[in-house]
């Protein structure tokens, strides 16, 4: 058995691995950046180096500075986790030189499957079914153009060493192919350090499905079940089951054998998963990654094993523990990923501190993986991820209804969430039924980000009680005190100052309140504990969690999955007029990588103006009327922040 490891990551998998480890009886190192200097995994590891700026280029993808602390810390084995440096062939090669054991696959398996392109060839010759596409090495984009004439449009574009959605294009006509193609480039160079880019026919609506495999020192291979993973917006996944439903025992088994041919093709070790798109019968291999999943907790609750640990003990060169014939499957599992992100903004992720976060009871039907607490900051330098919740049950029904009621019980305070959005998709029939493919949520979103009409008020009738209860009452003679004082046996009309919306107020009586909400009317009382509420609401009783921040006169309510913050005016509140330059504001903060248009310009009113990363994503900023383009106000490079004016664009003379 090996003995010190260092987690060359961060966030909720190196907290997870950190906790496997010392179960084993190994000592843990961690990394961390500037940004994570206080971060969770760094507390939780037996020994913690910083290795540089917050950005990770200069920390985390930097292979010598994470070789560096192995050594000075002793460190006899590595673990990467997944993204960054985890599929990268020079760092597992690297390791090797040093002495020190890479767990994960050899290189060369990773540099097969780490080029598309090349791990299609290999597929091809495994038997295995693949997408009609180009995966050469050309990159001229006349050429690419005419193969993706050739292909037939719709294409997709695809990063050939990528993964996570990023440096990926959906192009439905010629016209559109170049931006497309640039804008792939852009993202894959900056997320994976290779612009190769690869043209895929564009399968419509297939299921994502993929098989987890695992292979040994010794030429023993098996696979340990499949997992579907259609639900996805972005390109990125929401929400994973396993066992993948309504899949027939012969396709499940046909599925799983193609998998373990792909690992076998490449000499394959460790922990890897093969990804398929299915189409009725139908599957076609779409990649291969050579590490860990960010799905494989749902995995390793439907077979009992732990992953991480079977990755430490085959790295240490022992054989696996079980034959193909004694892997078995019990119960359905899901997992779903909690984002800082604005489900009614496009998913755009968010930065900002956690203010307060509550979650469900652990227990052997319900974990969480994370890796940030009450008080921590959600980075706009990482992924926006928060946690993974996932549930078991002995039935997918069962665990559908166990994840739907573990998500009432996830609130999070200091920023927009997607705890409500998962809800509303975890609660839909298309789902239930067992039917979504990879567009279900596009061709649902309306569905999934809209509230119902009733949830909304009771969130704002206690958001209400809140405000009378432990503000105006706390804070009188203040800013926030903008009523006449109570009188006994006199019925008072106090406004809720509510900043999003205007005539919601409250009548006092003897036991409590009459508040009267966008046309209709509660009757209401409350009692407050800390940071509870339980109101009666016209006879029926609620609790709800809630954060108040004072210095920004803001209150989280937290009500069963339906987080919400509500603003308050001030007592000179002046009302904001609506800014058109919006539209051209960072939405968060991030990085310029291109202006897409000359200054002194025309643009139309959508024109794209410039581009920033943030995230790991790309976001286009649009013109927000038609006129001309005068400056811009950050050089491509430069880092902005939230709010941050990044062009001007000023109306034609003579327009409004």
């Known amino acids: 058995m090996l003995n010190k490891i260092l987690i060359a990551n961060r966030g909720e998998i190196a907290c997870r691995i950190i906790k496997t480890a010392k179960r084993l009886g190994l000592k843990t190192v961690a990394v961390y950046s500037d940004a994570d200097a206080n971060a969770l995994h760094v507390k939780h590891a037996d020994e913690a180096y910083h290795i540089g700026p917050s950005p990770s280029k200069d920390s985390y993808l930097v292979a010598d ?90 294409v997709l574009i695809k990063a050939a060493y990528g993964g996570g959605g990023k440096g990926m294009r959906v192009v439905n006509h010629i016209d559109e192919f170049e931006s497309a193609l640039s804008g792939a480039q852009r993202e894959a160079q900056a997320g994976f350090g290779n612009d190769l880019v690869l043209l895929e026919r564009y399968v419509n609506q297939p299921r994502h499905v993929e098989v987890q495999v695992f292979a040994d020192q010794h030429g023993n291979c098996i696979y340990l079940g499949d997992r579907d993973c259609s639900l996805q917006r972005r390109h990125q996944k929401v929400i994973e089951e396993a066992p993948a439903p309504t899949l027939s025992d012969t396709l499940r088994k046909e599925m799983g054998e193609a998998a373990v041919r792909c690992a076998k093709a490449i000499n394959y070790v460790g922990a890897g998963t093969v990804e398929f798109l299915l189409c009725g019968d139908e599957f076609f291999f779409m990649e291969m990654n050579t590490r860990l999943q960010v799905e494989h907790p749902v995995t390793e609750m439907v077979t009992g094993i732990d992953l991480v640990e079977w990755q430490i003990r085959v790295a240490s060169g022992q054989a696996l523990l079980l034959t193909q014939q004694q892997v078995l499957l019990t119960g359905h599992a899901l997992e779903a990923r909690i984002y800082a992100e604005d489900p009614n903004q496009d998913f755009i992720p968010c930065s900002g501190t956690i203010k307060a976060m509550l979650t469900p009871e652990l227990s052997q039907h319900i974990r969480i993986d994370t890796g940030v607490e009450t008080g921590a900051e959600i980075s706009s330098f990482y992924d926006p991820m928060i946690a993974k919740l996932i549930v078991w049950d002995e039935t997918r029904e069962l665990a559908i209804t166990r994840l739907q009621h573990a998500l009432e019980q996830f609130h999070l305070a200091g920023f927009h969430c997607n705890v409500s959005f998962l809800h509303q998709l975890a609660s839909h029939k298309g789902f239930t039924d067992a039917q979504p493919d990879t567009h279900f949520i596009a061709n649902h979103i309306d569905d999934l980000i809209n509230d119902s009409q009733q949830t909304c008020n009771i969130s704002k009738v206690m958001a209400s009680l809140v405000y009378l209860h432990q503000i105006r009452n706390a804070n009188s003679g203040d800013a926030w005190d903008t009523q006449a004082g109570f009188r006994l046996n006199q019925q008072q009309k106090i406004a809720i100052p509510f900043s999003e919306s205007e005539g919601v107020y409250a009548v006092r009586f003897e036991q409590g309140y009459t508040l009267h909400i966008n046309d209709f009317s509660f009757t209401a009382s409350a009692s407050i504990d800390q940071q509870q509420i339980t109101a009666s609401i016209n006879g029926e009783k609620y609790s709800a969690d809630f954060y108040y921040d004072a210095a920004n006169h803001t209150i989280d309510l937290m009500y069963l999955a339906f987080n919400h913050q509500y603003a308050f005016k001030q007592k000179h509140y002046i009302s904001e007029t609506n800014n058109q330059s919006a539209s051209l504001a960072a939405p968060l903060n991030g990085t310029v990588v291109k202006h897409l248009v000359p200054l002194g310009q025309d643009v139309s009113e959508g024109d794209g103006v410039v581009i920033i990363e943030a995230m790991k994503m790309e976001y286009t900023l649009a013109a927000p009327f038609d006129g001309v383009l005068t400056s811009y106000c950050f050089g491509e490079g430069e880092l902005v922040t939230h709010g941050a004016m990044l062009a001007v664009v000023e109306p034609h003379e003579g327009n409004d």
């Open 65 to 154: 500075k994470i070789l560096d602390v192995a050594k000075r810390a002793g460190a006899d084995c590595v673990h990467p986790g997944y993204g960054f440096l985890s599929e990268n062939d020079g760092f597992a090669n690297a390791c090797l030189a040093n002495n020190i054991v890479f767990i994960g696959p050899p290189a060369d398996a990773i540099t097969a499957m780490g080029s598309k392109s090349r791990s299609k060839e290999i597929m091809a010759a495994a038997n295995v079914p693949l997408v009609p596409g180009y995966y050469g090495q050309n990159q001229d984009i006349e050429f690419l153009k005419q193969e993706a004439i050739n292909i037939g449009f719709p």
